[in-house]
């Protein structure tokens, strides 16, 4: 099992910029790839940024690519995900998710890849 835990969200202006923490603890060594994805009222869950465990490969879709930016710290445990020049469309409840499998590319934007999430943390964006 592996636990995580978001936290960093809240309220900023559009063009402002926030960075929200994954403290990942338990089996961590079993992990592939760490995850941020979102989830807007009433819209589905949409990947935003991956990172494999071990190594420097990032995937973003392009909606956030160049504003967003996901990193790790392994001796803490820990990815973060720092977003830059948001818009009132980056406002939605942000969850971090961990995979024990194998993915590249655009297989790692599937859910499905991923076995275990966070609670969420609210990030708001204002106008």
């Known amino acids: 099992q592996v636990q995580l835990a978001e936290s960093g969200g809240g309220l900023v202006q559009a063009g402002g910029s926030l960075r929200l923490s994954c403290a990942a603890s338990?089996?961590?060594?079993?992990?592939?790839?760490v995850g941020w994805f979102r989830q807007a009222p009433g819209k589905e869950r949409e990947f935003v940024a991956a990172?494999?465990?071990?190594?420097?490969?990032?995937y973003y879709p392009d909606s956030v690519k160049g504003r967003f930016t996901i990193s790790r710290d392994n001796a803490k445990n820990t990815v973060y995900l720092q977003m830059n020049s948001v818009k009132p469309e980056d406002t939605a409840v942000y969850y971090c998710?961990?995979?024990?499998?194998?993915?590249?590319?655009?297989?790692?934007?599937?859910?499905?890849?991923?076995?275990?999430w966070g609670q969420g943390t609210q990030v708001t964006v204002s106008s």
């Open positions: 998710a961990a995979g024990a499998s194998y993915c590249s590319g655009d297989g790692c934007y599937d859910r499905s890849k991923y076995d275990y």
């Open positions: 338990g089996r961590t060594f079993s992990t592939y790839v």
């Open positions: 990172i494999r465990w071990s190594g420097t490969r990032t």
